[in-house]
């Protein structure tokens, strides 16, 4: 995939349908380019084995120069994790169908996400770019939607923990899709560093999740 034009600028969203179009462009041609070559949501059958999860890398301290697939992975990964945080929350709010193993999981997995958020913004505000929920009301690939909660919160507690989980595993494998679209078509050293990272995070993330009661299958793009 080529890479787009380095700029230390981006024009506002609001006055312009055909720049969010563009942006929602570069992510879809990223993804499906890495999906196709590298096997969508795979990343765990290919992964080496399980280790500690890498540390967070410092918050930038001086400005950074983000491309529009910079610009395009951070808006949608930061949805993303907040979808899989409202998640999270809800299964924590259902004790009678806690899973104490996917708990601890899905504790990990609130820490990891809240730092991932808190260094994805710090890179928005190092290169001098808004934050905007460019894909709003879009099904995404392994976003957690607020159709996919409410099902969830209508479902018997029962079902809480498999469904739960195949939700999970479907947001962690996107995730890796992206993760790799970034450091194959991003511009910024510091974001790919961070997409680097978060990939292997993931990678020991969903080997924790296998052979759990739905947390199997391929998540399939739009």
């Known amino acids: 995939m080529d890479q787009q034009p380095t700029t230390t600028r981006r024009p506002a969203f609001g006055g312009s349908a055909g720049r969010i ?11 499906v380019a890495v999906g196709l070559s590298q096997g969508w949501g795979r990343a765990d059958q290919t992964a080496s084995p399980p280790a500690a999860s890498p540390p967070a890398g410092p918050l930038p301290t001086a ?55 808190r260094d994805l913004r710090g890179l928005l505000a190092a290169g001098n770019v808004p934050e905007q929920n460019i894909h709003e009301g879009h099904q995404m690939p392994g976003m957690v939607t607020d159709a996919s909660l409410a099902e969830l919160r209508a479902a018997p507690d029962t079902e809480v923990p498999s469904r739960a989980a195949a939700l999970v595993r479907a947001h962690l494998a996107q995730t890796v899709v992206l993760c790799r ?31 759990r009661p739905g947390a199997t299958g391929t998540p399939q793009a739009d």
Not at 21 to 31: D, F, L, N, R
Not at 77 to 99: F, T
Not at 182 to 209: C, D, H, Y
């Open 21 to 31: 179009v563009g942006v929602v462009a570069t992510v879809v041609v990223t993804t």
């Open 63 to 117: 400005s950074v120069v983000l491309n529009s697939t910079d610009d395009a992975f951070i808006q949608l990964l930061i949805p993303m994790n907040e979808g899989a945080l409202a998640l999270i929350d809800h299964v924590d709010s259902r004790s009678a169908g806690a899973d104490p193993s996917l708990r601890a999981l899905l504790n990990d997995l609130r820490a990891a996400h809240q730092a991932e958020l």
């Open 181 to 211: 679209g970034e450091q194959t078509a991003g511009g910024s050293p510091e974001l790919k560093a961070l997409a680097g990272r978060i990939q292997q995070a993931r990678a020991v993330e969903l080997s924790a999740l296998d052979g």
